[in-house]
């Protein structure tokens, strides 16, 4: 669902209207995160405003908008080396681990991968962004199409009102699994995934499922990641729980029939969200909520498989 494009810093930042046109064109809500290569890459940008004499008003512009646009910007545990320059790091990063295109001075990288500013329209093969896509609904394909958004988060929401950790109620631990294995293999900064859910008399107390929750989740959690599950019902006369989604603090994607595996004969849609929208849809499972009510105790599972009421 979502492209990692490597963007030179000196062929964003020292043209006001290349900066201008280029940033607008980034963000998960539109399909493609430009990486944060190399960890100061905002700065770098910055600094190559500065260098090409862009004025007052323009480099405060950029300022601003870089720090507005933050969402835009993601780190991909890329490796960088100092000593070298960035076109040299983009070619050797992209042989290990391709970006989806590299964006620098016309010219200044030979491969069919990089693009010039003036390239980047949705109408280029390397460019074009779809936000939405049929998945098909097996647990790694799923999870394949969380893997980008939910690499780059600090923070994750899951919203299905049907999750249940009970094999009878569906297989929503396999994407889980899936996904928490892959994320592992991926960053070695462990998270934190919150499942939100509709109340309803089958499920089980929250102290009931704090003691069969370890058993049914049986391992699956990576050092250092936790599970926290949230129950919640609707407010008469309120809004519906009834959407699934998949939200972060960078932004979040609709899913159609829901994040449970059925097989490889289905699919769900998943579309991306706009920014805005995405946090206002978190924002209906906050601890202040008053869309939606929470139903007592949220259960915490570590990844020793202890679980504790909170």
């Known amino acids: 669902m979502l492209s990692e494009y490597a963007v030179e810093p000196a062929a964003i930042g020292a043209d006001w209207n290349t900066f201008r046109y ?72 992209h042989g290990h681990r391709p970006f989806r295109a590299i964006v620098c001075g016309e010219g200044a990288v030979t491969c069919v991968e990089a693009l010039a500013p003036d390239d980047c329209f949705d109408e280029n093969a390397f460019f074009n962004a779809p936000i939405s896509r049929d998945v098909a609904r097996t647990s ?40 928490l294995g892959k994320l592992a293999a991926a960053t070695p900064t462990p ?19 704090a003691q069969n929750a370890p058993a049914l989740t049986n391992g699956i959690l990576p050092q250092g990641y936790s599970l926290e599950l949230y129950e919640w019902t609707e407010v008469l006369g309120g809004e519906d729980l009834h959407d699934r989604f998949f939200l972060t603090d960078v932004g979040g994607l609709m899913v159609g029939a829901g994040l449970a595996a059925v ?17 206002q849809f978190r924002s209906r499972f906050s601890s202040n909520s008053t869309v939606y009510n929470r139903v007592g105790s949220a259960v915490r599972i570590h990844d020793d498989g202890s ?3 909170f």
Not at 147 to 169: G, N, Q, S, T
């Open 263 to 279: 097989g490889a004969g289905e699919t769900a849609t998943f579309t991306l969200l706009d920014n805005t929208h995405a946090q």
């Open 22 to 93: 280029l940033i607008e064109k980034f963000g998960a809500d539109k399909g493609r995160l430009i990486s944060r290569f190399p960890n100061k890459w905002e700065r770098k940008v910055i600094q190559a405003a500065k260098d090409a004499g862009l004025s007052g008003v323009k480099l405060a512009s950029v300022v601003e908008r870089l720090h507005s646009g933050r969402h835009k910007v993601a780190g991909f545990n890329r490796t960088y080396n100092h000593e070298t320059s960035w076109v040299d790091n983009a070619i050797r990063e």
């Open 191 to 209: 998270k934190v995934i919150k499942v939100n859910f509709r109340s309803h008399d089958s499920r089980p107390p929250p102290n009931i499922l």
């Open 140 to 179: 790694d394909d799923i999870a394949e199409a969380l893997l980008l958004i939910a690499l780059v988060a600090d923070e994750i929401d899951i919203v299905d009102p049907y999750f249940d950790l009970r094999p009878a109620r569906g297989n929503y631990t396999g994407p889980l699994t899936s996904l």
């Open 307 to 309: 679980a504790e009421l």
